[in-house]
Nanobody, 130 residues
Framework: EVQLVESGGGLVQAGGSLRLSCATS????????IGWFRQVPGKVREGVSC????????SYRDSVKGRFTISRDNTKNTVYLQMNSLKPEDTAVYYC???????????????????????WGQGTQVTVSS
C-alpha cells in the first residue's frame, strides 16, 4: 500500500522556519518524483515545489524561490521541504504527492501541477503569524 505521511507543520512567527517531512512507503521511492502543494480553504490547491526521481531536478513557485528548499533522502524514502523566512501568506495545509515518472520535474522552472500526481498524503497545517 502506497503511503505518504507529512509532518513538521505548526505555528511559527513571520520570519521563522519550519522543515516539513514527507515519509513514504509502499513503492520504489527512487522511481518517483515528489511534489509539495498547499491549499487554503476556499482556494485551489497550488504547487509549491517538486523534486525529480533522480533528485537532480527541482522547481519552485516564484513566491517561495530563495526561501524554500526541497531535498530527498533516498536511504530514508523521505522528502523534505525546508521553509525559511516564512510569511503569513504561506499559511496553508501542505501536502506531498508522488508520481512514478523520471521526466517529471526535470529541466523545468514551473511549479508542480496537482493533476500530474497520483498519490497524496493527508496534509500538515502550517500557520505563520504576523
Amino acid at each position: 500500500e502506497v503511503q505518504l505521511v507529512e509532518s513538521g507543520g505548526g505555528l511559527v512567527q513571520a520570519g521563522g522556519s519550519l522543515r516539513l517531512s514527507c515519509a513514504t512507503s509502499g513503492f520504489t521511492f527512487d522511481d518517483y518524483a515528489i511534489g509539495w502543494f498547499r491549499q487554503v480553504p476556499g482556494k485551489v490547491r497550488e504547487g509549491v515545489s517538486c523534486i525529480s526521481a533522480s533528485g537532480y531536478g527541482t522547481s519552485y513557485r516564484d513566491s517561495v524561490k530563495g526561501r524554500f528548499t526541497i531535498s530527498r533522502d533516498n536511504t530514508k524514502n523521505t522528502v523534505y521541504l525546508q521553509m525559511n523566512s516564512l510569511k503569513p501568506e504561506d499559511t496553508a495545509v501542505y501536502y506531498c504527492a508522488a508520481v512514478r515518472s523520471r521526466p517529471v520535474c526535470v529541466l523545468t522552472s514551473d511549479p508542480p501541477v496537482p493533476g500530474q500526481y497520483n498519490y497524496w498524503g493527508q496534509g500538515t497545517q502550517v500557520t505563520v503569524s504576523s
